[in-house]
């Protein structure tokens, strides 16, 4: 997928999308989060409570972002398969404090006041959501 079709849908609101993440044991763990936003064709940043996919990124950064947009049937829907390495797991600072302040005013004080950590990924690989 192009990556700037990408942008336009990682980025679309509403949406459905999930994280999924190992730990080293490869232990998995799946959530949906509305936080993650492309910033640019290769970056995806996103706010992250004190939960599993947190400690999971902490072991190892890598991660699959699924981001769905619905259709009329399932070969009409669209999104792609998105994969992630952290480059950046901050709980303080001025990349949390933009994170955390985008969060506020996207989705309220409380859901920022549930955001522990700030992460930035770089994408390392794009695939559709169905592949033939």
Not at 49 to 58: C, D, H, I, Q, T
Not at 97 to 112: F, L, P, T, V
Request: aromatic share 6%.
């Amino acid at each position: 997928m192009d990556r700037q079709k990408l942008l336009e849908i990682f980025n679309k609101q509403p949406r459905i999308g999930t994280l999924s993440t190992a730990n080293t044991q490869g232990d998995v763990n799946v959530a949906v989060f509305g936080s993650p936003q492309m910033i640019d064709e290769n970056t995806v940043v996103m706010g992250i409570g004190e939960n599993r996919s947190f400690r999971n990124l902490r072991e190892n950064p890598k991660a699959v972002f699924i981001v769905m947009e619905p259709g009329d049937t399932i070969m009409d829907w669209k999104g792609a398969r998105v994969y992630l390495e952290a480059l950046a797991i901050e709980t303080g600072g001025g990349f949390y404090d933009q994170i955390r302040d985008n969060i506020a005013k996207a989705a309220g004080e409380q859901a920022a006041k549930m955001i522990h950590a700030a992460v930035r990924f770089k994408i390392t690989d794009v695939r559709p959501i169905v592949e033939l």
